[in-house]
């Protein structure tokens, strides 16, 4: 088995989330007392935040690089960036490193591919669904159309996960601002909805809408544990 990187607490609430997912589907394919072998970094999110609202990327950046570092030094195999806004800043994280960065919007465009989904709707921070590190990865590698929810939408949907989510309250009107805009996604012609935002999942789950939504967090931590337990040394 690898040993899986996690550059987690952005936030800590869905790292805890990785952390359960990998574990578990360590187990649902080993049996027994078996668990993943992992190392775990955990920034403090609140310089990260105050960075990322200033527009100093570089300096998330910085701290990102460094973080991922110690997690290689750690004996990790590859790296998983616990968080999709950061992606931002994965290229900078992936020149600092020698193994591999298994990106996350790769892991959920593959996803959507293989299900037939081609038209898209995500969901998550206001940087993830405004900015282009995302949603241009999704269209310019993969070929997905990808909607957004209109600016006031965007906004409201920003400060839950940040207000709210991120500090781990869960609200029932938060969760229909959320529906609601997965239904206007839908009747915009989206197949299905990403939840492009690792905590959103904390708030809204497939029972709560028809329209098939794709959790990044649990994506993400699915590919992690296929990697672990691949037989091929090479990863990503």
Not at 11 to 30: C, H, M, P, Q, V
Not at 43 to 50: H, K, L, R, S
């Amino acid at each position: 088995m690898k040993t899986i990187g996690l550059l987690g607490g952005m936030s800590w609430e869905s790292t805890r989330d990785y952390y359960t997912a990998i574990n578990r589907g360590i187990k649902e394919r080993l049996g027994g007392l078996h668990s993943a072998r992992l190392v775990l970094y955990s920034v403090d999110f609140a310089e990260i935040e105050q960075l990322q609202h200033q527009g100093d990327w570089a300096g998330t950046a910085r701290i990102l690089m460094k973080a991922a570092q110690r997690v290689e030094a750690g004996g990790a195999d590859f790296l998983l960036i616990c968080t999709n806004t950061m992606h931002k800043v994965a290229p900078e994280v992936e020149a600092a490193l020698k193994i591999p960065l298994v990106h996350l919007a790769d892991a959920t465009a593959e996803k959507l591919l293989h299900a037939g989904c081609r038209k898209v709707g995500l969901l998550g921070t206001a940087f993830t669904m405004e900015q282009d590190f995302y949603k241009g990865r999704l269209k310019d590698k993969y070929g997905l159309d990808v909607l957004v929810p209109e600016a006031q939408e965007r906004a409201e949907i920003h400060r839950v996960i940040y207000e709210e989510l991120c500090q781990g309250e869960i609200k029932d009107a938060s969760r229909q601002v959320f529906v609601d805009s997965i239904q206007r996604l839908a009747a915009e012609g989206a197949e299905a909805v990403i939840l492009g935002c690792t905590e959103i999942a904390l708030l809204v789950s497939q029972q709560d809408t028809k329209v098939p939504l794709f959790d990044t967090t649990a994506i993400h931590a699915e590919m992690a544990v296929e990697l672990a337990l691949a037989t091929d040394p090479a990863v990503g």
